[in-house]
Every structure is written in C-alpha cells, then in structure tokens.
C-alpha cells in the first residue's frame, strides 16, 4: 500500500482486533497469542507528519537475535528493548528474553 507504513502504535499499545470481532487473522490472533501477549501490535496506517508517528514507524535493523548472519531483526525505536517479533501471524514489538524469543525476532530479508 503506498503511503502506508508498518508501525507501532506507541499512543495505543493495547490497541488489538477483539476476539469477537471478524477478521482473516481473528483465529491466531485470539488462540495463539497469549492474551498478556496482545500489546504492540504492528499496523501498516497512513502516513501521519509528526514526531509520534515517525517514531513509531522506525525500526533498527540490527544482527539477527537468533545468529543466523543471513538474517536480520529490527529494534523498535520507540523502545529500544523491544523487537520485532512474529507471534501467531502477528508482528508486535516486544521485549526478547529467552531463546524461543530470538527465532521469532529474527527475519529473512530477500531482496525484490
């Protein structure tokens, strides 16, 4: 989606599909995250021109958390002990503390 960008909404962390809502993803969502989980979800929104959302949308590639060196994860900006992380079909930004933690913030990049 052009104008469209991945970020975390840092003003609305729990801002999260309720389970009783209908969505393509509404299954994964509500059955295999943890419900303590369900926070700094990712959301590709429109571009907004201001501090917040630049901040939000930024994310710092750094070294892949799990050491595959043909991989990458992304620090979030707006709290760098939060990564990228993929959860259930979901990407959030949490914090990383354990070895399953590092295989879900580490990501493929190609090149199109």
């Known amino acids: 989606m052009r104008g469209h960008f991945l970020r975390i909404d840092s003003a609305n962390p729990t801002r999260y599909p309720l389970c009783t809502e209908a ?3 509404i299954f994964e969502a509500c059955n295999y995250v943890a419900e303590a989980d369900r926070t700094y979800l990712g ?13 939000d949308a930024t994310f710092h590639k750094v070294a892949a958390l799990n050491g595959d060196t043909s991989m990458a994860s992304f ?3 707006g709290d760098a002990t939060r990564y990228l992380r993929h959860l259930g079909y979901q990407i959030v930004a949490h ?3 354990s070895a399953d933690d590092m295989g879900t ?8």
């Not at 913030?105 to 199109?112: G, V």
């Open 23 to 25: 969505s393509n993803r």
């Open 43 to 55: 959301w590709i929104d429109p571009y907004a021109d201001n501090a917040t959302f630049r901040s």
């Open 75 to 77: 620090s979030w900006h």
């Open 95 to 97: 914090p990383v503390s």
């Open 105 to 112: 913030a580490s990501f493929t990049i190609e090149e199109l």
